[in-house]
């Protein structure tokens, strides 16, 4: 067996052990493209091994996709078909995992008419919305992770031969999920240790307020009542851990929605929808997006910021040291998965429930009365940089250092 | 462009245009393996350039399907998804169009345990009965059509190198569904006008039986009441007219269901549930299979009549010149959709209901009680050669030639 195969062999067995943890008897379900055909083989083996009953694979085609922006009619983009949505609802009532496998280029969707990308992203999230509730809420296993396709492996190293982008990205996913290391799955338990201990030292601070200061950012972020820290594993309604991303390098909770005010910059390119937006600022009033410049992609961060209502507020803060180890690579995967495990960022849109305390019991409204923000979007922005400093300002209004130079300062 | 490249933009357009007939508007369902990908992607193409609103690709893997063969729990194959029922239902109540191009070779399950794949058959016969329907009574529009898959390939040309093995299989579908020619849609609609004098014929003789005799087999097959022989185009419920399968070469139309009597023998291996059913006899009584031998897969061939009550009779009889294109090319496809084009054939299970006068507004009560056969399952078996000859029995008992040594006799 080659090393490449071995490293495949060992993530697989993450994916299926530590990802979404299958469970004896439980349906897996698998998001992903063909272009991932040899490492989803694997995957659905190793489901079966450990016992899964079944395991569906939803396949997917970039250039189908493409395609269907490219020569569709406008109507196409104003639907969502409601018996996809029924399907994964009623996976998810029956208790499945749900593991999704990127590998899409960020340039996917370059050029294609904004409307029809934010028209298609809005049915998509109305008519999704009772299935990420499930998801968001961790009531089932669920895990985000990544595989190279050939135009993504060539946006990230463009100056690589075609033979060996692929190769490449292939290394640094494995380097970024441990699956090169010889015991993977050790690997990720002293790593989930490491990343408990500091949420634990967050909760017990419960600090008041955050405050962000680097250059081009001057923000304050008010932390609702009862706000939790949380980082590495979860645990679904059944008690079963699992591993929403991998990779993980943050430690994150969620804002009081009306408690923002100030100025943001972004540290790095955000990819969304198939386009990118670099070098933005967003400013807040009261948590509300009341300003945004971008030098890349404005149109479509407006846009973004148009979704809803709950779009215009932030829903999720998560701290990452700039020398965590993907950080640390130098490598810019243009995917939110692997970026936002290199820095500290936010996410526009809707809060996750169980960073609160009693949150996975709440209603919508009651999740609303106590601060989160509610939206059909969640999208993570970079902010984090080795000039970054973070505040954590107490109730009797004393300081202490949370970050310092871009790393923990404890 | 390739030949090759030109015939594969022909074969998708014949795919398109000939066989689903894709109206502005319309949706199209594509089911396929991901082995067809570069094929699927032009038939996607196509379809949005004549105005398909939306086309939805179910991509499935043949080692996927295996592996759940192979590894999964017993439980697995005693259930079907309800939600995947419903969606196809959905679908189709929208009128949406289906394709399925379909490329496994017939040797994917072999090995399997047999329970496991009759057990899902009946399941998944059971949980889509609704939809069966839908396209057996030709409701909506529907093409079954074929791509080589490498297995596939390998197996049809055993005797070619590994490169040569799906180029040859390319080259072989491509000329049995005529885009090799230089205009492949007008050969189409000469192929489609001569099936139908075919049809016309047979109808306005209107036989009442019709006795088979060759080495091994001597058959007498009554036929219903108003029953109608069919080929080539057909018509859904919105008067679009479309091509169920590509290649066709047969006229068919139903038996009586208790007015099978006799002993017939298979000429070419049948391919079932990814096993192969060679040399074998069936022996009926008042229609009802009372004998089966095989020489090779004789209990499969066992578990298929035994399905369920309607598995014991026949529901299609259908005529096709031993001297048919495919025939000629003496390529076996080791596939019902080509094998069947080159040969006489049988069919065990459902019988369509547009093959007798009203039979697309009768309930399945009344198509029983007009002789039809009802089942969960239908498959075509060749008894066809070049020493078969078929009489025509009219009503006053006087006979007329329909086939000589394997060839119209008209």
Chains 1, 2 share one sequence.
Not at 4 to 16: D, G, H, P, R, T
Not at 67 to 94: C, H, I, M, N, S
Not at 270 to 275: D, T
Request: net charge negative.
């Amino acid at each position: 067996m080659t090393n490449f195969q071995q490293n495949l062999e060992k993530y697989a067995s993450l994916a299926v052990e530590v990802g979404v943890n299958v469970q004896k008897g439980q349906t897996l379900v698998i998001n992903t493209s063909i272009d991932s055909a040899e490492f989803v083989r694997l995957v659905v083996k190793k489901a079966y091994e450990v016992g899964a009953k079944h395991v569906y694979v939803n396949w997917s085609d970039d250039t189908v996709n493409r395609t269907k922006y490219d020569l569709a009619p406008d109507e196409a983009f104003q639907e969502f078909p409601e018996w996809k949505a029924r399907e994964v609802e009623t996976l998810a009532e029956g208790g499945a995992a749900f593991m999704s496998i990127v590998s899409s280029s960020p340039d996917l969707l370059k050029g294609v008419n904004p409307d029809r990308i934010s028209n298609f992203q809005k049915v998509a999230g109305k008519a999704m919305s009772k299935y990420r509730q499930f998801i968001q809420s961790d009531k089932v296993s669920w895990c985000v992770l990544a595989a190279p396709s050939k135009d993504w492996a060539a946006k990230v190293f463009p100056d690589a031969s075609e033979e060996e982008q692929v190769d490449l990205l292939w290394d640094a996913i494995f380097k970024a999920v441990r699956a090169d290391q010889a015991d993977p799955v050790q690997a990720w338990k002293d790593h989930d240790a490491n990343l408990h201990e500091k949420v634990e030292y967050l909760n017990e601070k419960n600090y008041q307020k955050l405050h962000y200061t680097a250059p081009g950012t001057d923000l304050t972020i008010e932390l609702p009542k009862g706000h939790l820290w949380v980082g590495a594993g979860s645990v679904n309604e059944e008690g079963t851990t699992f591993m929403a991303n991998m990779p993980t390098e943050e430690v994150f909770t969620v804002p009081l929605k009306t408690g923002v005010n100030g100025k943001v910059s972004s540290t790095k390119p955000l990819s969304y929808g198939g386009n990118v937006i670099d070098n933005f600022t967003i400013t807040f009033e009261n948590g509300r997006i009341v300003d945004v410049k971008a030098e890349e992609g404005e149109e479509i961060l407006k846009r973004l910021v148009d979704t809803d209502e709950g779009s215009h507020y932030l829903g999720e803060i998560a701290l990452v040291p700039h020398e965590s180890p993907i950080s640390q690579s130098n490598v810019l995967f243009y995917n939110t998965l692997f970026d936002e495990n290199a820095s500290n960022h936010l996410a526009i849109g809707n809060a996750y429930a169980f960073c609160i305390e009693g949150g996975k019991k709440m209603s919508e409204e009651e999740l609303e009365k106590n601060g989160l923000n509610n939206s059909i979007t969640h999208v993570d922005f970079m902010i984090g940089s080795d000039k970054m400093n973070i505040d954590g300002v107490k109730e009797d209004g004393s300081t202490e250092a949370v970050f310092r130079d871009g790393g923990w300062a404890f």
